[in-house]
T-cell receptor
């Protein structure tokens, strides 16, 4: 069965500092991996995704993530945090078959200090 | 292009009442999902439908039923609401795997309170 673990329910950084949100997955077959962002009282928006090909994936708003198969990780990073990045971030995993389920981690709330 | 539309946006129910949450997508996606979101627990899959005419249980199906009415619509029914079903519910849809459209699109959510 697939699963996702996000380390840290809350992460606090200063504006301009590096953002690192951790995600580890479990999947018996090659995974598809996603990061979504949720702003207060809104739905989820895709930040970036890894399906196949290049393991370093760039997304919107300056975020990127690297798929590391040996570490079963897909950590999200951004070099310099902005106040507008404050939100909840979700890592998710699915797989390459026609009846895949999209399974989410428990989420990490990012706080950005001025 | 509306994407994924959920109704209602807010609902208060009394324990034991029933209701149906509606979801429609206009992106010609094959797969549709219902999730519930609770603090500290992320999004948990209730039911999903990989294609028109099929539905399968997710992680937390107890107390819910679903209907994939056609390719566009996927409804979630609470037959006898309980306070434990107080949550925010999200519907999502995505294209068929292997055709380059693996991103799931989400509705704006339904905030349900059961008293």
């Amino acid at each position: 069965a697939q699963s996702v673990t996000q380390l840290g329910s809350h992460v606090s950084v200063s504006e301009g500092a590096l953002v690192l949100l951790r995600c580890n997955y479990s999947s018996s077959v090659p995974p598809y991996l996603f990061w979504y962002v949720q702003y207060p009282n809104q739905g989820l928006q895709l930040l970036l995704k890894y399906t196949t090909g290049a393991t370093l994936v760039k997304g919107i708003n300056g975020f990127e993530a690297e798929f590391k198969k040996s570490e079963t990780s897909f950590h999200l990073t951004k070099p310099s945090a902005h106040m507008s990045d404050a939100a909840e971030y979700f890592c998710a995993v699915s797989r390459m078959d026609s009846s895949y389920k999209l399974i989410f981690g428990s989420g990490t709330r990012l706080l950005v200090r001025p | 292009n509306a994407g994924v539309t959920q109704t209602p946006k807010f609902q208060v129910l009394k324990t034991g009442q029933s209701m149906t949450l509606q979801c429609a997508q206009d992106m010609n996606h094959n797969s549709m999902y219902w999730y519930r979101q609770d603090p500290g627990m992320g999004l948990r899959l209730i039911y999903y439908s990989a294609s028109e005419g099929t539905t399968d249980k997710g992680e937390v199906p107890n107390g819910y039923n679903v209907s994939r009415l056609n390719k566009r619509e996927f409804s979630l029914r609470l037959e006898s609401a309980a306070p434990s079903q107080t949550s925010v519910y999200f519907c999502a849809s995505s294209g068929r795997q292997g055709r380059g459209n693996t991103e799931a699109f989400f509705g704006q959510g339904t905030r349900l309170t059961v008293v």
